[in-house]
């Protein structure tokens, strides 16, 4: 369909062009982008799948050993033995740009570099069951913060591909399509006007010819 509402002028033929350059070559760059954000999501999904799996299974190792620790020890004393960290972990949060994305970077820093000081209790009153169970967590620690950072850079990786393909979309069924058409239609009314204008000198010169020679050129 025609866009009849645009001005047919050179100008506005040439300015038309030039944005449709930069239509033709934006819209590959989006598609490179919107291709290259996916090829990493994917990556990352399957991390998460990876990650998950092992962070379940320690989980449910460790909340194994912390029933067989409360059977075999006093609720009192291992409340006593759990009341009070040794360790302490402060995490630091960062950024890094993916593909114009800010995904989050999760560091976990100890106190203490002694591994020794995750356990809060003397080894006298306790069973070894408490000792799994508290190493099977500080274990999983690093894939914990592994999985949180790429279970949130795929919610933000996901919204940006949706993001991309919109405008991909956008460009190339709308804009695009719209823009070349525009050309066209301008295109055709020049070369109509050219024609029209042809026409007319032609008539001039014959109605020239005319009065100058006393003759009518059929």
């Not at 033929?13 to 290259?36: I, M, P, Q, S």
Request: hydrophobic share 40%; with cysteine; aromatic share 4%.
């Amino acid at each position: 369909m025609a866009a009849t509402h645009v001005n047919p002028t050179r100008m506005e033929l040439t300015r038309l062009k030039k944005k449709l350059v930069t239509a033709v070559r934006g819209h590959k760059l989006l598609k490179d982008k919107r291709d290259e954000l996916m090829r990493q999501f994917l990556d990352l999904v399957r991390e998460n799948k990876t990650l998950r799996e092992r962070v379940e299974q320690g989980i449910q190792t460790a909340n194994k050993n912390f029933v067989l620790a409360r059977a075999a020890t006093p609720d009192a004393v291992l409340d006593v033995a759990l009341l009070t960290p040794k360790q302490e972990i402060t995490l630091e949060t960062g950024l890094k740009n993916v593909m114009s994305v800010e995904i989050p970077i999760l560091t976990a820093k100890t106190r203490t570099s002694d591994p020794n000081d995750m356990y809060s209790y003397g080894f006298a009153f306790t069973s070894g069951d408490l000792d799994m169970a508290v190493k099977s967590l500080s274990d999983i620690l690093p894939d914990m913060l592994r999985l949180a950072e790429v279970e949130k850079s795929c919610q933000l990786m996901a919204a940006e591909i949706e993001k991309t393909r919109r405008r991909v979309n956008a460009l190339e069924h709308v804009m695009i399509p719209e823009m070349q058409e525009n050309i066209r239609y301008i295109t055709m009314k020049l070369d109509e006007n050219e024609r029209s204008t042809q026409i007319r000198l032609m008539k001039v010169k014959d109605m020239m010819l005319e009065q100058a020679h006393h003759y009518s050129q059929k």
